[in-house]
């Protein structure tokens, strides 16, 4: 089935080692997001790809990068983790003129 | 820069009562989504409301969106426990575009039998 689908599902890191998360789609969908959704708090989008078109949030931090090398796979790449990035982070994509988005599963961040 | 208000944040009612979840937007906006996230769960898509009175129902949801107003309702006719979870509401930050949702704070509904 066409899916998004997030590696690891969980993963833990220290504090300031950097972490790679991966987001993968098979819905050819041209638009990815990242967003953080911290603990009982809602999802707030951290960046996202229109294609090769890179559009950062302006309150997102330096320490969070991305990288869409083809259509398929999108990654957050956290440089330097501190405590307060633990969060879930969920991959999301969108294509045509109602522009759902369409989430993956989510991958949950401990740091420690 | 937009804001999305949902009201109540939290409701805890009983099996078999109506209720209506409400969603206001600080911009002009068409397109408006529910989601329903369960605990330590990622966002399951509900409806997606893409014109001033639009209404979608799916079992014991209904949605509606009245773009003039920028509110949208998400109601709840005769709960079940199923139900309970928590729900947010998401606008499009250009209103019209792909940049990305804006969601509100979520309602964490508890349906008690």
């Known amino acids: 089935d066409a899916m998004v689908i997030q590696n690891p599902r969980y993963q833990v890191t220290q504090f300031g080692k950097p972490v790679t998360l991966s987001c993968s789609q098979t819905?050819?969908?041209?638009?990815m997001y990242w967003y953080q959704q911290k603990s009982s708090q809602a999802p707030k989008l951290l960046f996202h790809y229109y294609d090769k078109d890179f559009n950062n949030e302006a309150d997102t931090p330096d320490n969070f990068q991305s990288r869409r090398p083809n259509t398929s796979f999108c990654f957050l790449d956290i440089r330097s983790p501190g405590l307060g990035d633990a969060a879930m982070y969920l991959c999301?994509?969108?294509?045509?003129?109602?522009?759902?988005?369409?989430f993956g599963p989510g991958t949950r961040l401990t740091v420690t | 820069e937009l804001k999305v208000e949902q009201n109540p944040l939290f409701l805890s009612m009983q099996e078999g009562k109506n209720y209506t979840i409400y969603c206001n937007y600080s911009t002009t906006s068409d397109r408006l989504y529910w989601y329903r996230q369960d605990p330590g769960k990622s966002l399951e898509s509900l409806f997606v409301l893409l014109s001033n009175g639009a209404v979608k129902q799916e079992g014991r949801l209904m949605a509606s969106l009245d773009t003039k107003a920028r509110l949208s309702t998400l109601h709840i006719t005769a709960a079940v426990h199923d139900l309970s979870a928590t729900y947010f509401c998401a606008v499009d930050k250009s209103g019209g575009g792909a940049d990305g949702l804006t969601f509100g704070k979520g309602t964490h509904l508890i349906i008690q039998p």
């Open positions: 999301a994509t969108s294509a045509g003129w109602s522009y759902e988005q369409y």
């Open positions: 819905l050819n969908h041209n638009v």
